[in-house]
């Protein structure tokens, strides 16, 4: 007798950080995906996202932010700009399910950041925690992100997009 994997609907959303980091210009800071197609290629091609990642069991949103955009991006130079009020969450394609987050999520419930940068670009390093999650990065305008390709995560820039309009602003 064989086992069925459990429908989507059965699983539970993965707790997850998102940092949408300002540069004191208003562009937003993006980087492509090692793991997906395009990676390695011209920086047309490929996977775009803002640093993400799990939260540890017990550890608070905010402590976790600043915790993945170390790891992802290899900066402290960051603070905490606001909170998005809301959990926004996402359910993985079809395709993906049992495969991606480990196979135990229907996708992710992410709690987003706005972090203004203040470094130099010399200090974002992609290589300080291997293996690295991108191979590429750049900063771009906040209302040309969800254009970009973003993968299915699209609805969720689009949604940032409009909520943390305001901070575009040139600090």
Known sequence: MSETAPPASALPYRPNVGAMIFHPDGRVFIARRTDMPGAGGPLSEGTWQCPQGGIDEGEDPAQAVLREVWEETGTHAVHILAEHPEWIAYDLPDHLIG??????????????????????????????????EFDAWMWVDLNTLPARNVGFKKPIYERLARDFAGLTTPR
Do not use: E, S
């Open 99 to 132: 495969k991606a987050l480990g196979g135990r999520y229907r996708g992710q419930t992410q709690k987003w950041f706005a972090l203004a940068f203040t470094g130099q670009d010399a200090d974002i390093r992609l290589d300080t925690h291997l293996p690295a």
